[in-house]
């Protein structure tokens, strides 16, 4: 269980905790005002916070103990963590308010304007607020649903994004070319950017075999599965695994699957 969890999920996963969800959290005036800075900057926000942080931990001296501080406060600001399709789709169930907008990570590499970023609770209104001429699409819990199925199925991986721990504001749809966290982490240090999964793909040994091209590893975003000519089967590095769950629908013979992280000591304990 990570940290997130044994602090503020009550027995289970932070953010499958109903009571993350409820507007009393908005009564912290400094929840507010990361919200109004995520909401309200738009891809500024992004563009300010990467460039200062890559900056800082490039320092030779300092750049050590800058890494350890965003780690030690990003929990108090903005970051995420990678869920499964199904945590993703679970989630829902406790939201409100679902907005469809432009991921800010696309804007921000790729010059795109994909709607994939699945916002809800105060998001709307705030979006609202800010940017009334912003491109935003109102979405039923259905439409929000279908969303997380087209997107999966597309091959993008799901993070839950937070507003200050432990309140859930949005599932994001991530490309590994445009993520935003995801660079942070692997380029610049930076874990809590964005926190691997509560599960980890296991391979079973007696169902995969044989595959000359095995579509698995094209749907792999982390590095993790790499293929054995020799074995004739796909082998799994748990300790890359982030738990998104993408390559287990392009195994025809269902011999992928997602088992909890603490249970492979490769994994345990790797956030």
């Not at 890559?54 to 001296?61: F, K, Q, Y």
């Not at 997380?148 to 991986?157: A, M, S, V, Y």
């Not at 994004?161 to 942070?184: E, H």
């Not at 698995?216 to 982030?242: M, T």
């Amino acid at each position: 269980m990570c940290d997130f969890c044994s602090r503020h999920g009550r027995g289970n996963r932070w953010y499958l905790n109903p009571e993350n969800f409820s507007e009393k959290l908005l009564e912290d005036p400094k929840r507010v005002k990361t919200l109004e800075k995520v909401a309200g900057w738009g891809i500024e926000y992004y563009i300010d916070f990467t460039s200062r942080v890559t900056d800082l931990v490039d320092w030779p001296v300092i750049g050590k103990a800058v890494k350890a501080l965003v780690n030690r406060l990003a929990p108090n600001e903005h970051g995420g963590q990678v869920v499964s399709l199904e945590d993703a789709l679970q989630l829902l169930s406790y939201a409100r308010d679902f907005v469809l907008l432009p991921c800010a990570c696309r804007k921000l590499v790729g010059h795109r304007e994909d709607m994939v970023c699945l916002n809800f609770g105060p998001v709307k209104e705030l979006q609202r607020r800010f940017f009334p001429e912003g491109t935003m699409e109102e979405l039923s819990l259905e439409e929000a649903r279908k969303v997380l199925l087209e997107c999966d199925e597309r091959g993008h991986f799901h993070q839950v994004l937070y507003a200050k721990v432990p309140f859930p504001i949005c599932i994001c749809n991530c490309d590994a070319r445009y993520c935003t966290s995801l660079k942070q982490r692997l380029a610049n240090g930076v874990e809590v950017a964005i926190l691997k999964g509560h599960e980890v793909c296991a391979a079973d040994p007696d169902i995969c075999r044989f595959c000359s091209e095995p579509l698995c590893l094209s749907r792999c975003r982390f590095g993790a599965l790499n293929y054995d000519p020799e074995a004739g089967r796909v082998h799994v590095d748990p300790s890359r695994c982030f738990g998104c769950g993408l390559c287990r629908s392009a195994c025809f013979r269902g011999a992928l699957s997602l088992v909890p992280r603490d249970e492979v000591p490769a994994a345990a304990g790797l956030w």
